[in-house]
């Protein structure tokens, strides 16, 4: 079994590699990004992270290893996958006392970076450099996160089945399977199944 310690500086040793390092952001520059850190939290398969209209917006999370499927009215929106933000759309405008308007779901088990977003946001408030890196990879995220909305929409549209979302490696991942016309069957019942499925 890994140490937990070590497991942690690899996983956040990818994250700085793929997403921060390419941006030129140092090594320190990132440790004063880790000291906003809240904590790193591990979802079981199915655990809720966030529920609509109920989970408060303070925090800035990132999907460190496992995907989570993001849905609203029972609808599922998109996955999102390692190195993905849970929140980013809540990162511009919407304040912390604001409550997420869509739920996310562990559809397996899966860690999450969690930072503390007020923190954070005065931390590179004095640093125009790092505002800018986090703009940009947040912005970028949610650049993702609509074109994968909308291959989702039309997707459904036209054949039932929600498309695997892999953007950035083109590596084919399995698809969540959603029925047009399901009656009686929340979006658990159809994650459930598309993940026996797949084993």
């Avoid at 440790?31 to 109920?54: P, T």
């Avoid at 290893?65 to 405008?93: C, M, T, Y």
């Avoid at 929600?162 to 069957?185: A, Q, R, T």
């Amino acid at each position: 079994m890994k140490d937990q310690k070590t497991d942690f500086s690899t996983g956040v040793m990818k994250v700085y590699a793929s997403l921060f390092k390419p941006l030129r952001v140092t090594r320190h520059q990132f440790k004063k990004i880790l000291n906003c850190m809240k904590l790193i939290r591990s979802l079981k398969y199915q655990e809720v992270y966030a529920q609509e209209k109920v989970t408060k917006v303070d925090s800035l999370s990132l999907v460190l290893s496992g995907k989570l499927v993001v849905s609203q009215n029972q609808r599922a929106l998109h996955i999102v996958f390692p190195h993905q933000f849970l929140d980013s759309p809540e990162w511009f405008g919407v304040s912390t006392d604001d409550y997420f308007q869509v739920s996310i779901m562990a559809m397996e088990e899966s860690r999450v970076l969690i930072w503390h977003r007020d923190k954070l946001k005065l931390s590179i408030m004095a640093e125009p450099f790092l505002q800018s890196v986090f703009d940009h990879i947040l912005g970028r995220d949610v650049v993702k996160k609509l074109m994968q909305v909308t291959q989702v929409s039309e997707s459904i549209a036209s054949n039932g089945f929600l498309p695997s979302g892999g953007y950035d490696d083109g590596e084919d991942k399995p698809m969540l399977i959603m029925k047009k016309s399901v009656e009686g069957h929340g979006l658990t019942a159809l994650i459930n199944r598309q993940l026996q499925g797949m084993s």
